[in-house]
């Protein structure tokens, strides 16, 4: 979900008016840490793919290459 369409759920949200309440909504800081924590898995579920295809190569050295 973007910013914009959770501010269109929002009781006071107006199309011709800037929102006020973006900076201290709740919902709004709880999608951005969302956003930040989905980065951030993505970051370790690449170190972890890598981090088990090394291992694998330890554990199977003779397998390299094929």
Known sequence: MKSKDLCKICT?????????HK???ELQKILK???KLRAENRTLRKKNDELETEKSWRDFPDMMGK
């Open 12 to 20: 006071e949200y107006s199309a011709d008016a800037r929102c006020e």
């Open 23 to 25: 900076k201290d909504c």
């Open 33 to 35: 840490e969302n956003n």
